[in-house]
Structures are given as structure tokens and as C-alpha cells.
């Protein structure tokens, strides 16, 4: 073992005692910031996003919206049927020292027909990257992960773009004509697939907003413009199409509510320890309600809502062990009390089985790549190399640490 388990245990019994009191100041100052959202909540609106504007650079502060930042909504009914979508995404990164320079992406998809009986209809999609144009930014340089993970967030958007214009199935009893074995119609006896209307709701297992355009913001690189422009163009699908979509945060760790009522106080930077919203909003909801909605402070949040796609969130009591999630949607949803609706009773109906909803799980399960995935991708390029006269080797230093991360001793 290359841990040194004796070295690390005197700091893990400091990371301890550092987290309780942590902890304990924590439980201290939440009544305060609680009182203080309630402050915020009644001053005029004016006023309010005057404080918001005066904000130091520092905070990142939420944006009010047409709902009050203090209020609480109940969890509405679920509909009788409900399609559910999700995709996810993962990557294998390039590595210098492996026998080719590429890059793949990953993307599981799930399409399930809540109330039908059907079998959940799932789908991966692996793309290897290795074309020039892949492989080089505008710049000319290597392509790097903050474009690589651009890429494969607006892949998990187009797969939920492309579910959404696809067929709603579902199961309808008698005799139909099926497709069998090619293009011979044959009668089919019993249950069939057929197309049905249905609400559907798309969920990504992350945020909405592109981070890497985001970063890059300034730069306003080509690439990652163009990465956005399709990103963009699948959100109009979604929306065009009459779905929810909604990005699921579990665990998450922003602050910006905490800004907004700090900033409304007179406080920006917040008493010591900083707190984050999932704190507060879990001393604010009661189990399966939901907060206000709030407008995404990030730059990019503008051009998202040029394209009338402005990113809002909330949170939402899931009623499972981790309780709060952050849930972003764009303004055509918060804008629609259907789809509101939808995704509001459609996230937590899912959360009951597994904590998270059971469509991001499959998903995720769908997407991983795992090391042995990795081994198993080598050895194909490995071996196609090789048939094309290519030396199949990675370099000697990848080979150097194979050898050693096997944990195996060797004697002179």
C-alpha cells in the first residue's frame, strides 16, 4: 500500500474536529441568515435590486423573480402518465503518452413511459474524436478539457433534443401490423407499442448554463461559440416541443440566495462561516416543497436569455436523506404552470425509490466509462494501429506506471 495510513490518520481526526466546528458555528449563524431572507422579502422591489446592484464583485447574488424570495409552494399532483427523459455524458480524456492522441464521449439516454407498463427504452451513443479538427482548438493548441466538457454537455442536450422529437409509446391492446424480420408486415396478437400523447419531462443530471462558454467568455473563442450555438439550438427544440426541461443538482453548493439576502442587509461577504443556500433551505422547506425561483446571477445567463432561454432555479425538498437539490429550468418552463408543475411532482415521485431520480441514475449508469471500458478502448486502437503498420506502444513512461500501479513488488 503506498498510503501511508499512520502519516494521514493525526490529519483526518484534525479534518474532523475542523468539520464539527465547522458545524456548530454553522447552526449559530443560520437563524440569523433565516431571519434575513424573511427581511429581504419585505422590502419594496426597487429597493431590493438597488442593494442587489451594490453588491461587491465578491458576492453573486440571485436575481428575484415574479414570485416572492420567501415563499414556499406545496408539491402539486402527479400527472397520470408521465414520459421521462434523461441523458448523461462522460468522456475519456486524450492522453498524451497511449498510442493515439483522441478523445471519446459517452452518452447514455433513458425513455420511460411512467403509467404505460412499458419496459424503459435506453440508448448509448460512443464517439471517438481523433480528427484534426477535433483534436485542435482555434488557436491551433490541443484540444483542452474545458472544450472537451462543453462538447459532451451539448451532446447530452442534443440526445434529450432528439428523444423529444421522437415517438411517445405506449402499450395498446389487439391486433396491429408490425415490422418483423425486415420489411414484412406480420399481424402481431397481444400488447403492442403504439403512439400515444403524453406531458414529458427531460432532466440532465448537472446545471443548465454551458460553464465552459461561460469561462470563456471573454475570450469568445469560435469554438466554444460554436459549442453554444448548438447548445442553444437544442434548447429551442426542447422548448418548441412543448417539454419540461430541468437540471438536477444534487448536494449542491452555491450561495447565491445567501448573497442575495446578505447583499439585501447590508452584509455582502456574510458573517464567518459562510453558509450555502442548501443550508438555508433546509431550515426553510417543510419535506417535497419547493422554494421561489430565482434568476441565475452568471454572466453568460444574458446570452442564454437573448435566445429566450434565461436560466432560473429553485430548491427542492426531495424528501430523501440529502433533502435539498437545486433545480434549474429555463424561463419557458418557469413561465408555464403546467410544466412547473411537471417538474416539481415528476422530480420527486422519482427520488422516492433511489434518493435522486431513478432516469439520471440509469443514465449515469449508462454512460460510465469505466477502467476496464478504458482498457478494452486501448487495445482496439492498439490493434488497429498495428494493421495499418503503426507502432501500437504507448510511451515508455505510461508503460513505466502500468507496470507499477499493478502493486506488484518486484525483487533484484
Known amino acids: ?43 419594496d422591489r426597487s429597493e431590493l435590486e438597488h442593494r442587489l446592484a451594490a453588491a461587491p464583485a465578491t458576492a453573486h447574488p440571485a436575481w428575484p423573480t ?21 441523458a448523461d455524458g462522460s468522456q475519456v480524456y486524450p492522453d498524451r503518452h497511449a498510442a493515439a492522441f483522441f478523445y471519446m464521449v459517452n452518452i447514455g439516454s433513458i425513455d420511460l413511459l411512467q403509467g404505460s407498463g412499458r419496459p424503459p427504452q435506453t440508448a448509448t451513443h460512443s464517439n471517438l474524436h481523433f480528427d484534426d479538427e477535433d483534436l485542435r482548438d ?14 459532451r454537455d451539448a451532446a447530452e442536450l442534443k440526445e434529450l433534443a432528439r428523444l423529444v422529437e421522437g415517438p411517445v409509446l405506449s402499450e395498446v391492446e389487439g391486433p396491429v401490423l408490425s415490422e418483423v424480420e425486415g420489411p414484412v408486415l406480420s399481424e402481431v396478437e397481444g400488447p403492442v407499442l403504439s403512439e400515444v400523447e403524453g406531458p414529458t419531462l427531460a432532466l440532465l443530471d448537472n446545471g443548465l448554463l454551458l460553464w465552459a462558454a461561460s469561462q470563456e467568455q471573454k475570450a469568445a473563442r469560435p469554438d466554444v461559440q460554436r459549442v453554444l450555438d448548438e447548445y ?4 429551442d427544440v426542447l422548448r418548441d416541443s412543448g417539454a419540461a426541461l430541468a437540471g438536477y443538482i444534487s448536494r449542491p453548493r452555491g450561495a447565491n440566495v445567501v448573497d442575495l439576502v446578505e447583499a439585501a442587509a447590508a452584509e455582502a461577504g456574510g458573517t464567518p462561516p459562510r453558509l450555502t443556500d442548501r443550508l438555508l433551505f433546509g431550515r426553510h422547506l417543510q419535506a417535497h416543497m419547493r422554494s421561489a425561483r430565482f434568476r441565475h446571477p ?51 415521485e422519482q427520488c422516492r425509490l433511489t434518493g435522486v431520480p431513478y432516469p439520471l ?27 495499418h503498420g503503426i507502432s501500437g506502444l504507448a510511451s515508455q513512461k505510461a508503460q513505466t506506471k502500468r507496470w507499477t500501479g499493478r502493486r506488484r513488488r518486484h525483487q533484484l
Do not use: K
Request: avoid cysteine.
Open 66 to 86: 415574479d414570485e416572492a424570495i420567501d415563499a414556499s409552494f406545496p408539491l402539486p399532483a402527479h400527472p397520470p402518465r408521465l414520459r421521462l427523459l434523461a
Open 298 to 348: 452568471a454572466r453568460i445567463n444574458d446570452e442564454f436569455a437573448a435566445r429566450g432561454h434565461e436560466i432560473q432555479f429553485f430548491y427542492l425538498h426531495t424528501g430523501a436523506q440529502d433533502g435539498i437539490a437545486r433545480v434549474e429550468i429555463p424561463h419557458w418552463v418557469a413561465a408555464d404552470a403546467a410544466r412547473m408543475a411537471m417538474v416539481h411532482a415528476g422530480i420527486v
Open 138 to 151: 482555434t488557436r491551433g493548441l490541443p484540444v483542452d478539457t474545458h472544450l472537451i466538457n462543453a462538447r
Open 361 to 387: 441514475v440509469r443514465a449515469h449508469e449508462l454512460a460510465l466509462v469505466g477502467q476496464d471500458d478504458r482498457r478494452a478502448l486501448d487495445g482496439l486502437v492498439q490493434a488497429a494501429l498495428i494493421r
Open 232 to 235: 442553444l439550438a437544442a434548447l
Open 1 to 43: 500500500m503506498s498510503l501511508d495510513l499512520r502519516q494521514v490518520l493525526p490529519q483526518v481526526e484534525s479534518l474532523g474536529q475542523e468539520a464539527a466546528r465547522r458545524a456548530a458555528a454553522a447552526s449559530i449563524r443560520l437563524p440569523r441568515l433565516a431571519q434575513l431572507l424573511l427581511d429581504a422579502a419585505r422590502l
